[in-house]
């Protein structure tokens, strides 16, 4: 059975088209873990689904804080944890509430860039 692999990233941003960025990162890191035979569970696709409520509108933050409770479940339960970090090697806040959720493994943390140099 294939080890799990909780993907974490940003996934707001500033506008419509980072977000879109921001989810394909996440997505082709996703695939990459596939690759290394792993099984990925990568949030962002979820969110941008509109499972958790609209991704585009701007609500009371329902959506988010839905989003985040489903998304610390989810990393709970993970074998692995990889996370994008911004480009000044910071998480983002969601990405600090997953890790905090996560129970431990081996975690991977890089940059865009430095995942980029590994083949992502």
Known sequence: MRDTVYIAGPYAAETPELIAQNIERAERLGRFAVAQGLAPIVPHTLGASGLY??????????????AL????????????????????????AGCQREFKAWRGGLMVERTWAEWLEVGV
Do not use: H, Y
Request: one cysteine or more; glycine letters at 8%.
């Open 53 to 66: 409520g609209s991704p585009t509108e701007q609500d009371d933050g329902t959506s988010r804080r839905l």
């Open 69 to 92: 409770e489903c998304s610390e479940a989810l990393a709970a339960g993970c074998d692995r944890f990889w996370v994008i970090l911004r480009d000044d090697r910071t998480m983002s």
